[in-house]
């Protein structure tokens, strides 16, 4: 990893907020950016997973593919209500 992509954790409350999502099964729309690009989706969050220091989340979409998200890449995240 270079200094510009170091690992920076982030907020305890907006982690404990993912727990939760994950807990209850609670649909996300996340938005993040990686790789020059920014994407948003609405994605159902399965894990949280620690590799090498760098923590993930790992999530679904609608059509059943996962994302692995690094946590300092998210932008925002909100929970959906499906009627």
Known sequence: MTDDDSYRPIDCGRHSEL???IMHRQWLRVAWHEDGGSHVEALLPRDLETREGVE???ADNHDGTTHR??????DEFQPIEFN
């Open 19 to 21: 727990e939760l999502a």
């Open 56 to 58: 993930y989340l790992l």
């Open 69 to 74: 998200i690094r946590l300092d890449r998210l």
